[in-house]
């Protein structure tokens, strides 16, 4: 039940090419019920592949295990670079609707970025009805997490280089799903579930009125379910969603009914708009 879920996609066909370039890492968040969500994040990574051969070949690290990678500065399936990231404790869940903060970024001067590595601290917290508990790590690498990277899930923004190569990767904390409560006490299971602007899609709104302190799910019937909080003035919005037709649903609290939005497509770069959604009692 605590095994580390980790999930991550890309946005190019070709990786990082030769010539200098850049890789900047962002996170956002998938909200959960919570009042806040700590994390403490001291390090991240990112797992360069040099050899050219490979830039084209996602199938290249399906071998390269986690279990043994902190272990190690490089092995045969590339060479762990610093992001320049500050040691912090982060909320996640301030990141919600839309709303991100930049980790970090390295220069890179050549190579296919093929996986995240963020290291945990022990400051990890949620805060639930005012009281604070302490979010406990279960994880088989220890407080390493590993996320592995494909093409379709990187962004790459040549620049003006014609040889130069800037890629960018979101990260979606799923908290709604990365918590597990049992016998009185806070397990931390990381779902990351991330994703890059240009293949991905995302659904936007607004639900009325704010007293019915509603919350939105959006499930493609296939296994997928996010989550979104609106904000005070009702705006949500959900990101980095895969194309197809999704089920949205808006649920608020007693005595509002709960309404539900069928057949939502969404399609990669664009936003979906579903306008303003009016709870009734």
């Known amino acids: 039940m605590m095994a580390l879920v980790l999930f991550l996609t890309a946005c190019n066909k070709s990786g990082m090419n030769a010539g200098s370039g850049n890789v900047a890492i962002f996170l956002t968040d998938g909200p959960g019920e919570y009042d ?120 790459r923004d040549r620049g003006n280089a014609t040889d130069s190569s800037n890629v960018k990767v979101w990260v979606d904390f799923d908290i709604a799903n990365s918590i597990v409560e049992a016998n009185g006490k806070f397990y931390l299971k990381p779902v990351l579930r991330p994703f890059c602007n240009e293949n991905f899609g995302e659904v936007e709104g607004k639900v009325l009125p704010a007293d019915a ?7 493609d019937g296939k296994g997928f ?22 089920t949205v649903t808006v649920e608020g609290i007693a005595p509002y009914i709960k309404q539900t939005i069928s057949n939502v497509n969404v399609t990669q770069g664009k936003e979906t708009d579903l306008g303003t959604i009016t709870l009734k009692k």
């Not at 302190?213 to 499930?219: L, T």
Request: aromatic content about 6%.
């Open 36 to 155: 806040s969500v700590f994390i403490d994040i001291q390090k991240v990574e990112v797992k360069i592949d040099n050899d050219s051969l490979h830039k084209r070949d996602d199938h290249h690290g399906d071998d390269d295990h986690d279990g043994d990678d902190h272990l190690k500065s490089r092995d045969e399936y590339g060479e762990w670079i610093d992001i320049n990231y500050a040691p912090a404790v982060i909320d996640v869940l301030s990141l919600r609707n839309g709303v991100e903060t930049k980790l970090g970024e390295a220069n890179i001067k050549t190579g296919t970025v093929r996986k995240i590595r963020i290291t945990l601290g022990t400051k990890n917290r949620v805060v639930k009805a005012g009281v604070s508990n302490t979010l406990e790590l279960v994880n088989p690498t220890n407080n390493y997490l590993y996320v592995k990277l494909w093409e379709k899930h990187r962004q």
């Open 213 to 219: 302190k509603a919350v939105v799910r959006i499930s």
């Open 225 to 246: 379910n996010g989550v979104a909080l609106p904000d005070r003035t009702g705006q949500f919005k959900l990101r980095g969603l895969e194309t197809g037709t999704y």
